[in-house]
């Protein structure tokens, strides 16, 4: 059987013995010395160099989920460690497949959100009758708003207002921003609770500000999250804790069995 | 039974209701919006905040790893992301599971190698003979030698001079580096192949010039190639060539049976 | 600060120095030589023994899961192992990563219908206008009823009647499956296309006989597969194939740009 | 630029519109209804259909390494499908990603020192002079030899004699095991420490007597492994304990600098 296969085609990176060359800059020439990181992750998701505004904005929303402490997804990255130590990279994999719908990748709930909101509400929209409209079909479905609500941070979630007054002094406080804002107000006034709009809620937020797909977003996490297990497993090398969170456990959960 | 469980710890990061401190930095106040992203990366490993020239090197390394073209990792992560589209977290730490001693992970080899002639030679070593020696024992041991030869990038690897260059125009340039590269040339000289020292050489000098321990090395590369791996995801969404690579490999590796 | 943590509990093992208890059972003296893997396998889950007819058919969920050709899953787990071959698990979990919405999870969906259908019916269902009903809702809702019509396998999926056949055989072939197999003449006739139950369909229905929560039933597939993955390994590690479909991928993609 | 691909080949499966062959066998018609899940992996591994004794012994090999309790890597599992419920093949993925030298991955190191011992050791070698000079070798590398020892189950593993029993009943029980023996009475009476032969050990002498590549041995305990994650996944969704570990080791870990 003969099979003439589709085209396939990407267009983000190619390599000849002289040069390598990603989204059409030359790696060693043009980019290596001249980039920090945050701009190369940008670089390499658009194809578009930041400007300086979009640069401190982009770094921001990144190192902002690189690391949130001991969290489940940084356990489990130890307890992998422990039992595979030669390969570093699996403990971070492991680290990061918990990276879902319960933790860091609600950042894409509250993008998601807000271009929705806006794709059903037409040219130059009432923000305030968007937002009252978007929270009451959210209570009326009796979901969580994404993006809203913190059980530790609150009356407000510092980081929140840090990253709002980021993206408005670099000129990137829009619609979107602003719908949040109102949306987190409009919640608090319906539920009658205090709900600060949370880190994802300001991240998906000033993603759509960015234009990106609210389908990679959660995306951004996952590359931030990446270094803060390497962390984890750095300090993990120098002061184990993986055995004892182990034994510790398992004492616990069998104590009824055992005794 | 009772059990006293042992004291464990962590030194990377807290969360009070107003504040999350990483490494003793405020989050919101003292870092979001005042650091670049591998100035954070590096904040996060070490405690420390990086040089100005640090961290123009620091961000060279990990640029360096974010993108080689169409790896298999980046292979795996499209596969993935084909099955599992919901779980975009996923698809980019099965990409990650496949850096090990064949790709990537091959930074921690050369960075092992410099520190360990380094330790059995004592103080102020000849490097000429140091590098004689290392060749020595690895031909004699029939290993390659990690960091050396590349398979496409000859006569030289176009990243190891611009980073040697990176190092050296911030203070950088010690003695790892300068073993390496007699290295190079010795291997080059006893085989009488074309050797240059590749990326992963490059890099693993360079980690051992900021003193990085061996075995985090790799992390690096993880950590760097998550980015990557987004970016493959990204366009993998808006351009889809992972059904088709099934639909191709299948066909040719059954072609025998099938037919 | 002081803090009582809550009890935490597993009721699946513990060990003693003379003896490992799995579901009260002693795994030496009581199960090896006694089961087989797929009766371990449900005694594991559910603390029960199977009876020779479950024992029957649970075998034959488990094995239909195993192996399906050279799947995107196979291939995402051989070009992992290329990279890490010391990581033979990292491959393995590489390979189930992408087992999602689109493969293999898919069996999940089925289960789901056919439990939410059954539980809005109330008693003694007409399980005609069942199927009519589930048929027309998801008709309404354009969505893809799940277990429904095949790519390849048509005009029946072989696998369908052949696990029917096994389940009737063995007594547990009840309402599910009859509701399923109306489910799939009303897809056939409502839409006037072919559309046999494919064995995710047969799989779902059948973990619907034995009272799985849906939610679990895609583990099934996870566990089963993993099985599959190291056969596939086992191969690549005796005639390897992932470098030549890295590379005939990377010549393919860039193609455009590289010439 | 044209590039004729390799041939790339696979005898494992192929599908056609009626009928999925595995090894050559029809699943439908040949495999369901007639082989237990074991047996099957036996087959996609070999090719060939396992003899009732080594049925018997491959059962109890798999069946061994599938539950161990609350494990790292069972915790690791739980911990993830906490963040991703929606993604149980991740959390599965993330369980096995620790499976490496220092747990389960160890069954592999027993396997390759029997099979290095034989063939450095010539035809009809004397069983005990290889047990002591194996021994001596390890003891002056001052490498742990492996598959000897346990923190718990000692002063013998009661998994070891049953399954050498098991392997003896079958006729399976040949110089391999019987080198594992005569190395474990070895190391006990050259170090004068209770040194037991525990599970790994035993398992990998099975798979020498089976014929199995080392490499591909601890393959057998991510399979099995990966039915027991599924187990520890359901119990965790019906009786959750992710977040109460989390909380807990969180509190811990960071009481020294959050007080």
């Known amino acids: 059987m003969t099979r003439q296969p589709n085209e396939i085609r990407s267009d983000i990176a190619y390599s000849r013995p002289d040069r390598i060359v990603i989204r059409g800059k030359d790696l060693a020439q043009d980019i290596l010395g001249q980039m920090n990181l945050g701009d190369f992750a940008y670089f390499q998701l658009t194809g578009k160099t930041a400007t300086p505004a979009q640069s401190r904005v982009f770094n921001a929303v990144l190192i902002t989920l690189v690391e949130h402490g001991m969290t489940p997804s940084a356990i489990a990255a130890r307890l992998t460690y422990a039992g595979a130590p030669e390969s570093l990279q699996a403990a971070v994999a492991a680290g990061l497949c918990g990276l879902g719908t319960v933790f860091v990748g609600t950042t894409e709930g509250s993008a998601r959100m807000l271009y929705e909101a806006f794709e059903q509400a037409g040219d130059n929209p009432d923000l305030d009758r968007l937002a009252a409209n978007t929270v009451a079909d959210y209570r009326a479905r009796k979901q969580i708003i994404p993006g809203i609500g913190h059980p530790i941070h609150k009356p407000i979630d510092p980081r929140t207002p840090r990253l709002?007054?980021?993206?408005?002094?670099?000129?990137?406080?829009?619609?979107?921003?602003?719908?949040?804002?109102?949306?987190?107000?409009?919640?608090?006034?319906?539920?009658?609770?205090?709900?600060?709009?949370?880190?994802?809620?300001?991240?998906?937020?000033?993603?759509?500000?960015?234009?990106?797909?609210?389908?990679?977003?959660?995306?951004?996490?996952?590359?931030?999250?990446?270094?803060?297990?390497?962390?984890?497993?750095?300090?993990?090398?120098?002061?184990?804790?993986?055995?004892?969170?182990?034994?510790?456990?398992?004492?616990?959960?069998?104590?009824?069995?055992?005794?």
Chains 1, 2, 3, 4 share one sequence.
Do not use: Y
């Open 164 to 259: 709002f007054k980021i993206a408005e002094d670099n000129g990137m406080s829009g619609k979107h921003i602003a719908l949040m804002q109102r949306i987190g107000a409009e919640a608090e006034r319906a539920s009658g609770k205090v709900l600060p709009i949370n880190a994802t809620g300001a991240l998906g937020a000033i993603c759509c500000e960015f234009g990106f797909p609210w389908k990679i977003v959660r995306g951004f996490g996952v590359m931030a999250r990446a270094i803060g297990l390497v962390g984890h497993i750095m300090e993990e090398s120098e002061r184990p804790m993986a055995l004892d969170i182990w034994h510790d456990v398992e004492a616990r959960a069998t104590a009824h069995i055992r005794d």
